[in-house]
């Protein structure tokens, strides 16, 4: 007897609008612990410092360096940016691939500033990994409507271009109330454009996989 063509095979994901629930509690959760790490003043503790993790061993910094800020305009601002994402992207990725994401367009802000920004002794926010997210739901959104996704794309990558050839948009440094490093924005697209494309790489195969059985 052939299955029905109505029964979705379980081992395929199909990212659609039921991600948006659990997107949003992952996005809450972000928000909250960085809320929190801003009102019990944990900026330096857990800031990216280079010495500190090549001296000190202090690891843990390349990924809380994302979750702490200068301040709360700075924080605000951070929040608002991850909350136009899911709203425009939630449906784009699974839950777990929206986390793989996130995580990987951290570790590739911290990693890449520990790389190739020697000179660079501290960093804190969020907006590296924004960008990660942004291009890694434009990528996935490829799939569902391919203008916007071009657009978002565009404008992910035009932005980040135009800063490390003229520097950070003045009025993001005067609310952030510091020096906008672009470095931590380029490094963090890479790593998430780069993330995503593997994620649907490794679910296309899967799904190859399933069909033929």
Known sequence: MKPSKNVPDKHVITPNHANNLKAWILAVVVGVSSTVFQVLGLEVPLRYGRAEILESGEWWRVLTGNLVHLGYPHLLLNLAGLAMITILLAHALTVRQWALTGLISMLGVGIGLLLFDPHLSWYVGLSGALYG???????????N??????????????????????????????????????????????????????LLTVEYKLTKRSAAQ
């Open 145 to 198: 409507h391919k203008f916007i996704a071009c657009l978002i794309g565009a404008y992910t990558i035009g932005k980040v271009v135009w800063e490390q050839i003229y520097g950070a948009v003045e009025s993001s440094e005067t609310i952030t109330g510091g020096n906008v490093i672009v470095n931590a924005h380029l490094y963090g697209m890479i790593a998430g454009g780069v993330a995503v494309l593997i």
């Open 133 to 143: 997210l942004l291009l890694g739901g434009a990528i996935a959104e490829f799939r």
